[in-house]
Antibody, heavy 121, light 107 residues
Framework: QVQLVQSGAEMKKPGASVKVSCKAS????????VHWVRQAPGQGLEWMGR????????NYAQKLQGRVTMTRDSSVNTAYMELSSLRSDDTAIYYC??????????????WGQGTLVTVSS | DIQMTQTPSSLSACVGDRVTITCRAS??????LNWYQQKPGKAPSLLIY???TLQSGVPSRFSGSGSGTDFTLTITSLQPEDFVTYYC?????????FGQGTKVEIK
């Protein structure tokens, strides 16, 4: 069965960086885009970007450009999201997710369990 | 960027009621519209994709409609487990964008 298993919770100080991993299993890792979505406490869903695990090509949300880097290691079926220059408003649950292409659309059909990143001095 | 406006932000209803949530895109997205359900403390889960196609395993009381810029999610005969939060999302282009969410509460 398809699974996305993320790394554990992180606590960071302002200005630091965090790297979250997302290990995929149960499907061909290089066949599906991996997206990253975050959710601040009590807030909605915010799309951060995506990576094509086959090519490594990425697209990032404009507001995070320059601070976010998405990478992958296909040898271990794992995607990574690194966020630098952390601020308190980066405190959120970070999700990785797989996007599937349907014949007339595309949608995220599997999500990781989420990783809580807390930024506090 | 495509803006997604979801209304209402919250609603109160009773078990057995029918409710409708609306999502409007700032430009034509054909049927590249998805609906997700999120239970407290959990990751979102896919309910409907391509505006009206039910994801496998989703109860038939959920339905979606629309194309272009205007879309609706309808839940007929609300069940206790349906009192959670729902999000629309466009997958027409990047950046992918979500609606603000609708929290369905028990009246």
């Amino acid at each position: 069965q398809v699974q996305l298993v993320q790394s554990g919770a992180e606590m960071k100080k302002p200005g630091a960086s965090v790297k979250v991993s997302c290990k995929a299993s149960g499907y061909t890792f290089t066949g599906y885009f991996v997206h990253w979505v975050r959710q601040a406490p009590g807030q909605g869903l915010e799309w951060m970007g995506r990576i094509n695990p086959n090519s490594g090509d990425t697209n990032y949300a404009q507001k995070l450009q320059g601070r976010v880097t998405m990478t992958r290691d296909s040898s271990v079926n794992t995607a990574y999201m690194e966020l630098s220059s952390l601020r308190s408003d980066d405190t959120a649950i970070y999700y990785c997710a797989r996007e599937r292409d349907f014949s007339t659309s595309r949608a995220i059909d599997y999500w990781g369990q989420g990783t809580l990143v807390t930024v506090s001095s | 960027d495509i803006q997604m406006t979801q209304t209402p932000s919250s609603l109160s209803a009773c078990v057995g009621d029918r409710v409708t949530i609306t999502c409007r895109a700032s430009q034509n997205i054909n049927t590249y519209l998805n609906w997700y359900q999120q239970k407290p403390g959990k990751a979102p889960s896919l309910l409907i994709y391509a505006a009206s196609t039910l994801q496998s395993g989703v109860p038939s009381r959920f339905s979606g409609s629309g194309s272009g810029t205007d879309f609706t999610l309808t839940i007929t005969s609300l069940q206790p487990e349906d009192f959670v939060t729902y999000y629309c999302q466009q997958s027409y282009s990047t950046p992918r964008t979500f609606g603000q969410g609708t929290k369905v509460e028990i009246k």
